[in-house]
Structures are given as C-alpha cells and as structure tokens.
C-alpha cells in the first residue's frame, strides 16, 4: 500500500510519563525518514505538536487541519508545510480522513479516541480502505486493547474486523505494517439483510 500521508491523532496534552512525547517524537522522526507526510490536528501543544516539530525537524511535512474554533485553544501552529482553518470540527474531521492514507493514534483524551473510533468505524462500513493503527506507547492503549478483545469475543465485532485496528510499540513496525495492511473482503453489512 502507498502511505503519500499519514494522520496521527493524538493529545493536545503532552501526558505524565515522558514516554509519550518520546513516542509522538519517535513518530515524527519516522514518517519523515520515509518521506511520508503527516497529518495533524495543527495545533502546537501537547503531542501533536510534539509530533509536528519533530516531523519537521527531520526534514518532513506536515499538514495541520484546525477548526476556526480552536485556533486560540489549541495554539495553532504557524511553522507548519500547510495549514488548513475549517469552519468546524467536522468539516476537520472529514479533511483529514480526505488528506491521509491511514491514520495512527497516539496517546490522547477523549478527542482522540473520538477521532479514531469514528475513522476505524468508517473502514469496517467500507467507506474507506485505509489502515487504521495504535502506537501503543508505554502500554498507554493496554486496556483499551483488551476491552476491543473482549467486544469481539462476546460477538460485537466481527474477528476481521477486530484485525482492522493494527496496534504495535514501536513507530517504524507500525508504518511498516501499514505498508503491508490488506483491508478484509468483508464489510459490516455483506451478507446481511439490510431492509
């Protein structure tokens, strides 16, 4: 799979344990090693501006995507390859999903599970073919890992599509499961009696 961008999700806090920035930067450093540009929410705090700085700082681009409504908030960030203001969290949403070719969460808040529980729901409907992916930093994602197993055991998720959500430790491992990623033949409604 050809991975042009990648959208990172990810906090708009930088977390306790410095394990997380080390991971947001360790992200950065490896999509632009690769020369895979990153997508992020354009803010300059927290991990996603850990992550921006660091894909820059290696020499990548980075497209931040901002609502108007959280340009002061979030600390828009001015250094960024491309910046782009929406008129909503939404329309934010919908840009980014445009813009990327698969999309990783780092650690974060509510905003990122957000994020990439709707992106992930997307893939398993077949509106998208896109890899969706953990970096499980600091075991940070352990639990949350563990309940998505437990909803696929008790029969609330199909087992391809449990496989969709691609978790690993490690930045480089991830973007290179990535590279090999195959979406499953079977979305969310073949086969079922959809009237």
């Not at 959208?7 to 450093?29: L, S």
């Not at 563990?146 to 930045?171: I, Q, S």
Request: hydrophobic content about 45%.
């Amino acid at each position: 799979m050809r991975l042009a961008r990648i959208c990172v999700y990810c906090g708009a806090n930088a977390g306790r344990d410095p394990a997380y920035a080390a991971a947001a930067q360790a992200m950065g450093r490896a999509l632009a090693r690769r020369g895979i540009g990153l997508v992020t929410g354009g803010g300059r705090v927290g991990l996603m501006g850990v992550v921006a700085e660091s894909a820059l700082a290696a020499g990548g681009s980075v497209t931040g995507v901002i609502p108007e409504a959280l340009m002061n908030k979030e600390l828009a960030h001015a250094g960024l390859t491309e910046l782009i203001v929406t008129r909503s969290m939404h329309e934010r949403k919908a840009r980014m999903a445009e813009l990327a070719d698969g999309f990783i969460a780092l650690p974060g808040g509510l905003g990122t599970y957000e994020e990439l529980f709707e992106i992930w729901t997307w893939a398993q409907l077949g509106w998208h073919r896109k890899p969706c992916g953990l970096l499980n930093a600091n075991g940070f994602y352990d639990r949350l890992v563990a309940f998505v197993d437990h909803a696929a055991g008790e029969g609330f998720l199909r087992p391809e599509h449990r496989a969709m959500l691609v978790v690993d430790t490690d930045a480089e491992r991830l973007i290179d499961r990535f590279a090999d990623y195959a979406p499953p033949a079977v979305t969310k409604w073949i086969g079922r009696d959809e009237t």
